[in-house]
Nanobody, 115 residues
Framework: QVQVVESGGGLVQAGGSLRLSCATS????????MGWYRQAPGQQRELVAA???????VYADSVKGRFTISRDNTKSTVYLQMNSVKSEDTAVYYC?????????WGRGTQVTVSS
């Protein structure tokens, strides 16, 4: 049974910080590419950040310099460190695990930035 579970969301003030976690089980975590996506009301789901099985990273232009994605293969967990958050960061954040034909999604965690 595959599980992808996000945590760490909540209410945060503009300019503050938040760390999201995505814990996985039932997969060979080390061979999976991991990503964080977000979706705001009335908008498309968009890639926020991704980290490959080899450790390379990519970021959306809107979060470069503010967010950092990382992974801990010993804990089968990926993180998203969010600094200097803005109102525009308010969204449901989803964790994705992908490898070959496999593609798994978490149910999401709400992040709300107060202005």
């Amino acid at each position: 049974q595959v599980q992808v579970v996000e945590s760490g969301g909540g209410l945060v003030q503009a300019g503050g910080s938040l760390r999201l976690s995505c814990a996985t089980s039932g997969i060979t975590f080390r061979i999976f590419d991991m990503g964080w996506y977000r979706q705001a009301p009335g908008q498309q789901r968009e890639l926020v950040a991704a980290i490959s099985s080899g450790g390379s990273t990519v970021y959306a232009d809107s979060v470069k310099g503010r967010f950092t994605i990382s992974r801990d293969n010993t804990k089968s967990t990926v993180y998203l460190q969010m600094n200097s958050v803005k109102s525009e960061d308010t969204a449901v954040y989803y964790c994705n695990a992908a490898a070959l034909r496999h593609d798994y999604w978490g149910r999401g965690t709400q992040v709300t930035v107060s202005s």
